[in-house]
C-alpha cells in the first residue's frame, strides 16, 4: 500500500502562487489516479484536480479551470498542484488521494482508497 504525504501549502496573498506536492511512499504512483481535493469547515470536501489513470488526462473543477495545473513527475512518486492566481475563496486544507487503476467517479471523494495528511492553503485578501 502506498502512503501519501502532502507539502507546499503556506499564507499567500491573493493572486499569489503556491505549488503543492503529494508524495507517494511504500510504493509509486504508476497505476494509479491522483486528484487532489480540498476542505473547509462546514463543508464538504470538494474536488479539485485528478490526474487519471491509464491516459493521463487531467480534469479540473470549474472553480479552479484556467488557474491550477495538475501534473505527475516522470519517476511517477510525486504529484503536483500549482496554484496561481489564488483567491480567498481558495482557502482551504488541501489533500491528495489515490485509487488503484481508474473510475468515472474521479470527483466522489469515497471512491480513493489512499490519503494523505493535508496541507493548509491560506489567502488573505
Known amino acids: 500500500q502506498i502512503q501519501l504525504s502532502e507539502s507546499g501549502g503556506g499564507l499567500v496573498q491573493a493572486g499569489g502562487s503556491l505549488r503543492l506536492s503529494c508524495a507517494a511512499s511504500?510504493?509509486?504512483?504508476?497505476?494509479?489516479?491522483v486528484a487532489w481535493f480540498r476542505h473547509t469547515p462546514g463543508k464538504e470536501r470538494e474536488f479539485v484536480s485528478v490526474h487519471r489513470w491509464p491516459a493521463g488526462s487531467t480534469i479540473y473543477a470549474d472553480s479552479v479551470k484556467g488557474r491550477f495545473t495538475i501534473s505527475r513527475d516522470s519517476a511517477e512518486n510525486t504529484v503536483y498542484l500549482q496554484m496561481n492566481n489564488l483567491k480567498p475563496e481558495d482557502t482551504a486544507a488541501y489533500y491528495c488521494?489515490?485509487?488503484?487503476?481508474?473510475?468515472?467517479?474521479?470527483?466522489?471523494?469515497?471512491?480513493?482508497?489512499?490519503w494523505g495528511q493535508g496541507t493548509q492553503v491560506t489567502v488573505s485578501s
Open positions: 488521494a489515490a485509487l488503484k487503476f481508474g473510475t468515472t467517479a474521479y470527483d466522489t471523494p469515497g471512491r480513493y482508497n489512499y
Open positions: 511504500g510504493g509509486t504512483f504508476g497505476g494509479h489516479t
